[in-house]
């Protein structure tokens, strides 16, 4: 079996064998649909429980067809930002999304904080928005 440790996840290989399945299915079993009996339901999610085993939404995101992901560009110029970053979690959070940021800095400009040579993996729900004014 894979050892875990403090700075590594279990991971569904962790999982099936502890449990003595194959990862396979594991994964019918995390993911919830047909394919196994309730007992090695039961006995997965058990195991899963107790090695620390718990979703990862990002993986799971990138597995989608769907990334749930906003790229949001921006200019860090006023204190206010750190409001606006802070607001900008809660409201992806709260409609199931995640949030990648890319900011432009006195030593990072536009051109590499931008979606077209980001690290933003989200090509379909990326967005980009001017530096914001200062607030009045």
Partial sequence: ??????????????????AGV??????????DVPGASAATRERV?????????????RARLLRSSRSRLLGVVFGV????????????????ERVGYEL???????????????????RIAARRSSFSAPSLPPPS
Avoid at 47 to 56: C, K, L, Q, S
Avoid at 100 to 118: F, H, M, N, Q, Y
């Fill in 1 to 18: 079996m894979t050892r875990t440790g403090p700075d590594r996840r279990p991971t569904l290989a962790d999982v099936a064998a502890r």
């Fill in 22 to 31: 194959s990862t396979a299915l594991v994964s019918i079993v995390l993911r």
């Fill in 77 to 92: 110029q006023h204190a206010f930002h750190g409001d606006l970053v802070s607001g900008l979690y809660a409201a992806a």
């Fill in 100 to 118: 990648a940021l890319s900011a432009v800095t006195p030593g990072r400009d536009e051109r590499r904080a931008g979606p077209g040579s980001s």
């Fill in 45 to 57: 999610r058990q195991v899963a429980a107790e090695i620390g085993d718990r979703p990862d939404s």
